[in-house]
């Protein structure tokens, strides 16, 4: 919807009426602007007017905050006893569909802080869980995401995300930063990478903090598979420069930590921390269906807070790791909204109840796999010869940019058969004369030595282009 800035009373309470209508009678400010196409500022404005002059109620504080009007102003409509209520809404905005637990839940936690009960962490939520016997997901869902999302073939792990890493890279840093309250949008977002430009302020750091963790994942998944010590290292990446005490990067916290806006007080006992930390790992490490794992460490890593911050950041990169063991598509939580991610956590964290994460799981998952399959097939089919050498390529690669080996002694360390030798060469050479700062991350370089490499003129690289210039005429010239 265009932006509106005529918005007025008579507009925002028949947006009320409309939202309520369609079943979501508690809504947030988010949804009135999409609904008005107004901005949030005036959103705001109009809504304090309302609530002072009594002509709608409010409930809930900060991101739990949500509007209705007043009982009497609320549209009845009649419904026979014999006629069943729907059991999903979709909200006016666009977004999941809401089951019927969903919407109950969203009504109790919408209940003013002080109309809630204070609880803390249940170990039960995770002891009772049995891998592959029992679900978070509903086991039919879980089975159809994964069909839906598989990459088909046996390729090696990591495969699927590495062929759409650069659009997954700004999808998934931008989409967890903006549940963080990230200003920068996704444009900038994609120039800041682009550029290579060094942060300047925190937000810059969190969203490059973001892309490093992804990198690192692609590359160390493969190889380490799920564990704690990857979970560590990955918090360690994200909060790299945001927290003010290193020691605390990858470290199970022994500091309280408060979350605003709800009444679930986090377990303050380190031992309870890093027993059910690696307890969640261990569960997850065993199950076999990638979308149940993906699920099950996202609520799971985000319930037990075991970080002194970050927690949120680290159960959503952590929850495409399973997806990436198992060439499914990852997921990256764009078009999430902020206020349905809050109430889905809150949902988790005050009730153990997953009805909202798995609608909105099932819904963001659905959106990711559609997109990344776009991304996939606009690149062409997978190319085995790539996926055979992976790892022999980024030793070459790393050899000539970091080392300034030649091509040829960098290729001769590796053992190549005979026959594959040449197109191994030729493969190299292409590579390292279309190596940038924006896309040197999947070779595991640094943009710094990446622009250094460049700005002496791509040594070795030049040496390669001439060469398959000459190989082209049927004069064959051996690379220095």
């Not at 959503?316 to 902020?338: E, G, K, T, W």
Request: some cysteine.
């Amino acid at each position: 919807m265009p932006y509106d800035n005529r918005l007025n009373i008579d507009v925002l309470l028949e947006a009320f009426t409309d939202l309520a209508t369609a079943g979501s009678e508690f809504v947030s400010s988010s949804q009135l602007v999409d609904a008005t196409g107004s901005s949030l500022p005036a959103v705001k404005r109009m809504l304090s007017r309302l609530v002072a002059e009594g002509k709608i109620v409010v409930t809930g504080r900060a991101r739990a905050t949500r509007y209705r009007l007043p009982a009497t102003d609320v549209p009845v409509v009649e419904v026979q006893v014999a006629t069943k209520l729907p059991s999903t809404v979709t909200p006016a905005r666009g977004g999941p569909r809401w089951s019927t637990e969903s919407l109950k839940l969203q009504e109790q936690l919408t209940l003013p802080l002080a109309a809630r009960a204070p609880v803390t962490y249940r170990r039960e939520f995770v002891d009772d869980y049995k891998p592959n016997e029992t679900f978070l997901l509903p086991r039919e869902l879980a089975h159809e995401l994964v069909a839906l999302g598989r990459l088909p073939g046996q390729l090696p792990a990591g495969t699927y995300v590495r062929k759409v890493l650069e659009q997954l890279l700004i999808d998934l840093s931008w989409s967890s930063s903006h549940l963080e309250g990230n200003r920068y949008t996704l444009l900038d977002t994609e120039e800041l990478f682009k550029s290579g430009a060094v942060a300047t302020d925190s937000d810059a750091v969190m969203l490059l903090n973001h892309k490093a963790s992804i990198e690192f994942l692609v590359d160390a998944v493969p190889v380490q598979g799920l564990s704690t010590s990857l979970i560590r290292n990955l918090h360690a990446i994200l909060m790299r420069d945001l927290l003010a005490d290193v020691a605390s990067l990858g470290a199970i916290r022994e500091k309280v930590v408060n979350i605003s806006g709800t009444t679930y007080i986090p377990s303050q006992v380190p031992a309870v921390l890093q027993e059910m930390f690696e307890h969640i790992i261990f569960k997850a490490q065993h199950i076999k269906n990638p979308l149940e794992a993906a699920f099950f460490l996202w609520v799971n890593l985000a319930y037990l807070q075991p970080f002194e911050d970050g927690n949120k950041r680290v159960s959503r990169i952590a929850a495409n790791i399973p997806l990436m063991l198992y060439n499914q598509a990852p997921l990256s939580f764009l078009d999430v909204n902020r206020e349905d991610y809050a109430l889905a956590m809150m949902g988790v964290y005050e009730a153990c109840d997953v009805s909202m994460a798995v609608d909105l799981f099932d819904w963001t998952y659905r959106r990711s796999q559609t997109k990344y399959k776009v991304v996939s097939e606009s690149l062409g089919s997978l190319d085995l010869f790539r996926v055979k050498y992976r790892e022999a390529l980024n030793e070459a690669v790393g050899k000539v940019v970091r080392s300034r080996q030649p091509m040829a002694d960098a290729m001769a360390a590796l053992g190549l058969p005979d026959e594959d030798a040449s197109k191994f060469e030729q493969l190299l050479a292409q590579e390292l004369n279309v190596l940038a700062v924006f896309n040197c991350a999947r070779y595991r370089l640094g943009m710094q030595e990446t622009q250094a490499w460049i700005g002496e003129g791509r040594p070795s690289a030049c040496v390669a282009e001439k060469s398959l210039l000459l190989d082209n005429n049927n004069e064959r010239h051996p690379l220095l």
